[in-house]
């Protein structure tokens, strides 16, 4: 029996597939003390995480390891004043003390922020004042630690400062500083509804906003692990995230460790797919989820065979079809696409049990109730685009969904307007019960009495092989109201040019309803992008 069974009940049908699932869980339960101290009080030697870099370094933790470490970085937090409701940053890119120091503040019933080492000055200092931390603990690299300390120098706070691995003026070495602790630490009783995490949005079109969870949400990731994911008891399951992102979360410690699922650790700054891949194999990886961008270059620049991998799965942009054919055609692994927000956890996914459906975000999560509805409110028929919104459960809590924006009532109300959740995504449902996703609701394109969702012209786009990147919008049209527009990154190897551009016309226009046909299309180096990576189309528009 794994340890997620004690809290939640799932019916599934003869094939695996999930049709019910329902959580329970007592008011003070606590991530830190109830699956990982459980886990490694039962079975102490039970592989947790496996770690390793690009300079060949490599540790292998036991749940036995993350208790002894969370608890000594537990006690060296207390000891500077951190407890119950205070906020600590954590940029600590891939470094495996994030996982001791996200456990540890969980066990004291402090409030973690982790953060991206690729922000700015400006970005740390933004985060720093609005969120009033107490305390920071980030990696020496990338001058991290100068920008902490340029950013603190236009502020009036002065948090407690930590590093990690080495010294950094200024900062505590919280490595040397746990060394010193004990490893008990006696549980601080917290609530289940207390905040546990906040993430910062990647402010495609406002400043990012403070995105508050509480000690639930890693009970939600269960259907995200062991349904989508399918990370499995005693396997090794390698998400591509940073820490600093929320899909860390989805992928790196909280569904999997309840599922019973190790998880994969790769410490690395630039991106080669044939690395990944040497990873995946050196470990034997058995489940592997990443963004499309990683399997847009894998099929570019050739899948390497991986012959332990059992399930492969993305998320985090739209994933074009012809990448899911080629990647699919090259393993024998379909690309189970999956859907959800830094507000949420998974909303709709390809699940177990289910064939997955090359470009669909497939069938939603029991774990929650949610329509398609139209700018009236009103639910859309089957094949219309509508506003993916969640309904609350009839007592009125919904575990997985946040529980408000940092300091922002005023947007929280907005975004729940109507006695629903607006996740402002649009989307359309097929005859067959499967969701297909078409941008975000207020960027659908409305020409000649139609309404196109950009995806559609992108999934076409990403087909044509001078393809690398792509984004679609509306632009003004005396005749049309909105005429379509492209933006193109050329492959290497193609160059921009009218005749290109033509040939790229034609290709996607042979394939697509005359009403969306691409009516203007240009070239660009780079797409403008957030800095967690997704394009700015109101910059492009």
């Not at 503040?105 to 931390?133: C, N, Q, W």
């Not at 004990?182 to 990647?202: A, C, K, Q, W």
């Not at 660009?524 to 992008?529: I, Q, S």
Request: hydrophobic residues 40%; charged residues 25%; glycine residues 10%.
């Amino acid at each position: 029996m794994g340890i997620y069974q004690k809290y939640c009940k799932e019916i599934v049908d003869e094939s695996g597939a999930l049709q019910k699932f329902t959580l329970d869980y007592p008011d003070n339960f606590n991530f830190g003390y109830d699956v990982v101290d459980a886990v490694a009080d039962k079975t102490p030697n039970k592989r947790a995480m496996v770690w390793c870099n690009t300079e060949n370094e490599e540790h292998i933790f036991s749940f036995g390891d993350v208790k002894r470490y969370s608890n000594r970085m537990a006690n060296v937090f207390r000891r500077a004043g951190i407890g119950r409701g205070d906020r600590v940053m954590l940029v600590l890119k891939r470094h495996y003390e994030y996982w001791f120091a996200v456990v540890a503040l969980h066990k004291l019933g402090a409030v973690a922020i982790p953060a991206t080492h690729m922000l700015t000055v400006k970005d740390f200092a933004y985060r720093i004042e609005t969120s009033r931390v107490k305390g920071i603990v980030c990696t020496v690299q990338n001058d991290i630690p100068k920008k902490i300390r340029t950013a603190l120098g236009t502020l009036q706070v002065s948090p407690k400062l930590w590093c990690v691995q080495a010294e950094a003026e200024g900062f505590e070495n919280l490595t040397r500083a746990m060394e010193m602790e004990g490893e008990n630490f006696s549980r601080v009783e917290t609530h289940v509804t207390d905040p546990m995490l906040i993430y910062y949005t990647s402010g495609t079109t406002a400043s990012p906003k403070g995105v508050i969870h509480d000690f639930s949400y890693p009970l939600a990731h269960i259907v995200t692990a062991k349904y989508w994911q399918q990370a499995e008891e005693g396997g090794l399951h390698f998400t591509v995230a940073e820490t600093g992102w929320a899909k860390a979360s989805w992928g790196k410690i909280y569904g999997q460790w309840l599922v019973g699922s190790a998880v994969m650790v790769f410490d690395f700054d630039n991106f080669e797919p044939r690395q990944l891949a040497a990873i995946i194999n050196r470990y034997g990886v058995t489940s592997f989820c990443a963004p499309p961008t990683v399997y847009r270059y894998l099929v570019r620049k050739g899948v390497p065979d991986m012959p332990k991998l059992r399930h492969a799965s993305t998320a985090g942009e739209t994933l074009a079809a012809e990448v899911f054919r080629q990647f699919t055609a090259r393993t024998g692994i379909p690309l189970c696409e999956g859907y959800g927000q830094t507000e949420t956890t998974l909303l709709m996914a390809n699940f177990r049990g289910h064939t997955p459906v090359e470009g669909s975000m497939g069938t939603i999560s029991p774990l929650y109730n949610i329509e398609l509805r139209g700018r009236d409110g009103a639910p859309v028929p089957v094949g219309e685009i509508g506003e993916v919104v969640i309904l609350p459960p009839e007592n009125g809590r919904q575990p997985g969904v946040f529980g408000g924006y940092m300091d922002n009532e005023e947007q929280y109300r907005h975004v729940w307007r109507g006695g629903v959740y607006h996740t402002g995504d649009a989307a359309r449902q097929d005859e067959n019960g499967r969701f297909w996703f078409h941008g975000r609701f207020d960027e659908i394109i409305k020409t000649g009495g139609f309404r196109v969702g950009p995806h559609e012209v992108e999934e076409v786009l990403m087909e044509h092989p001078g393809v690398l990147e792509c984004s679609v919008f509306g632009i003004p049209d005396k005749l049309r109201g909105q005429a379509i527009k492209a933006v193109v990154v050329p492959c290497d190897g193609f160059e921009a040019s009218r005749e290109l551009g033509m040939e790229i016309r034609d290709f996607c226009n042979k394939k697509l309803a005359e009403y969306k046909w691409i009516r203007v299309l240009e070239f660009a180096e780079e797409l403008p992008k957030t800095i967690s990576g997704k394009t700015r189309k109101v910059e492009l528009a």
